[in-house]
C-alpha cells in the first residue's frame, strides 16, 4: 500500500479553504448568536465540528424546533460519514483508539482530497487538510458571534460559492475514466432528484449509493478474467 | 437555553460516533479489491452532490436558482482553462458578488 503523504503537505492543499471555511463561520457566527447566545456556537463549532449539521441544526432551533427536532436534522447531515467513513477506514492506522483520533478529522474537503481515485485514500493528507480548516471554522464563528450586528451580509463578498466551486476543481480531478464519470453522474443525478422535498442531508447521503457501481465493475472484471482463465486453460 | 446545549452535547457524541463507525467496523484489515472497487467511486459520488447542493440547495430546503450559479458556471470555465484551484474559487466568489452587487 502506497504511503501517506507527509502532514504539512495536507495543511499546504487544505490552505485554499481557509477563506471559504472562515467565512462559513462568520455566517454561522452571525446567525447562531441571536439563538444560542455568544458562548454556545463557538463551542459548538470546536467539538462538533461539522458545518452542514450546525446550520441545520441552528435552521430548527431559529424556527423555534426543540433540541430533539434539532438533533434530528443534523444527524441526517451527519449520515454521510459513514460511507465516507467506510471509505477511509482501512488507511488509517494504529489500534482502535488511534483510528478513532484520525476519523475526527473527516471533514467533505479533506475527504475528498485525500482521495487518490484508485479506491486509496491518503491519511497524511485527509489530517493536514482538517487542521487550517478546523481553526478557521471555530475562529470564524468566534469573529461572527463577536462582530454578529456590525457584519450585515455575509453573503455579499460571494465567498459561499467558493465551496462549490472547490469541490468542482476536485471533481474534475477525480471523474476521469468511464466508472467514476458514470459514478459521478448518478451521484448528481440522485441528489438532484431528491433535492426538491427531501429533509437537508438526505440527497448527499443517497447520492453514495452510486458508489455501489463499483461492485458491479468488479464482478464483470472477475467473470472476464474467469473466462479467460477457463480457455486458458482449455487451449 | 438548555435546550441549546443539550443539543450540542448529542450532536458531538453523535457526529463523532457517525465518523469512527466506519472505520471502526472494519478494523485493521487490509481492503479487499471488492472494497476497493467501491471506495474509489464515493468521492466522485459525493463530489458531484456537494457541487449541486453547495449552488442550489435553498437553505437545505428545496432547490433554488441563484447568484452562486453564476459562480459556479464561471468556476466551470476556470477549470477548462486549466486555472490553478486559488483562482477557480476567486473567480467562483468574484462573479457571485457581482452578480449579487447587480441583482
Known sequence: MQKPSDIREGVRKGLPLVLPTLAGGISFGVLAQPVMGSIAPVVMSLVVFSGAAQFAALTVLTAGGGALAAIAAAMLMNGRWLPMGLAIGPFLSGGRVRRAAQSLALVDASFALSSRGDGTYDRGILIGATLPQAAAWTGGTLIGVLSSSAIADPGALGLDAMFPAFFAVLLAGEARGKLPLTAAALGALIALALMPFAPPGVPVLAASVAALLGLRSHRAKAVASHRELATGQAS | ?103
Do not use: C, Q
Open chain 2, 1 to 103: 437555553m438548555s435546550a441549546v446545549w443539550l443539543t450540542i452535547a448529542v450532536l458531538t457524541v453523535g457526529t463523532f460516533g457517525m465518523k469512527i463507525l466506519g472505520p471502526l467496523v472494519l478494523g485493521e484489515r487490509p481492503p479487499g479489491e471488492r472494497m476497493l472497487a467501491m471506495t474509489g467511486l464515493v468521492a466522485p459520488a459525493l463530489l458531484a452532490a456537494f457541487v449541486l447542493y453547495e449552488t442550489f440547495s435553498a437553505n437545505g430546503h428545496g432547490i433554488t436558482l441563484d447568484a452562486r450559479a453564476a459562480g459556479l458556471g464561471a468556476a466551470i470555465v476556470a477549470i477548462l482553462l486549466r486555472a490553478p484551484m486559488i483562482v477557480v474559487v476567486l473567480v467562483a466568489a468574484a462573479v457571485t458578488a457581482g452578480v449579487r452587487a447587480f441583482s
